[in-house]
């Protein structure tokens, strides 16, 4: 039997403040991208880096908490799944993109930012209350944990 595993974990800058619609259904999905960098030395030696972006996409209860809280420049824990959707463009082109279902996002705000843990479905998502984990900053008390615990329609998506 074979085993497959789809899990994303990202700490990154938001590019942008999310952007948070009612779907058809009532449902709330936000979207929103982060920026990652990634630095090495080159075979002269000299320091390279590179930026990619990563779009998220999150659903219900975890869209409402992002569309409140997360900010543009702010750095957060986004952990979740890969996901391509494709649609038929105007021009009759197939379009592809990929995004992140985000399940988890931790707020990994200096000091001063809060650090409330912020109640999103917590224990159906698997996260026990109070979690505070150190993901390289020394403020391990102001991470705020939250999650959602349902499926997602790509149909459903509203972009």
């Known amino acids: 039997m074979a085993m497959s595993l789809n899990r ?12 948070v ?3 058809p259904g009532g449902q709330t999905v ?3 991208s982060v920026a990652t960098n990634f630095s090495w030395n080159d075979a002269s030696g000299t320091r ?15 869209a409402e908490i992002c569309g ?29 993109r990929t995004e992140i279902v985000a399940d988890n996002m931790i707020m990994l705000g200096g000091k001063g930012e809060g650090g409330a843990a912020y109640g999103a ?22 991470e705020a944990p939250v999650g959602a615990d349902e499926e997602v329609k790509i149909d459903d998506l509203p972009f």
């Open 8 to 19: 994303v974990q990202l700490i990154g800058n938001l590019t942008r403040d999310p952007d």
């Open 21 to 23: 619609k009612q779907i």
């Open 30 to 32: 936000a979207s929103f």
């Open 48 to 62: 390279q880096s590179k930026t990619e972006f990563h779009n998220i996409v999150a659903w219900r209860k975890l």
């Open 68 to 96: 409140q809280y997360l900010k543009k420049g702010m750095k957060v824990f986004i952990e979740g799944k890969l996901q391509t959707r494709d649609w038929q463009g105007e021009d009759g082109v197939k379009r592809y």
């Open 121 to 142: 479905d917590r224990e159906a998502a698997g996260i026990s209350g109070g979690a505070s984990s150190d993901f390289g900053n020394d403020n391990a008390g102001d």
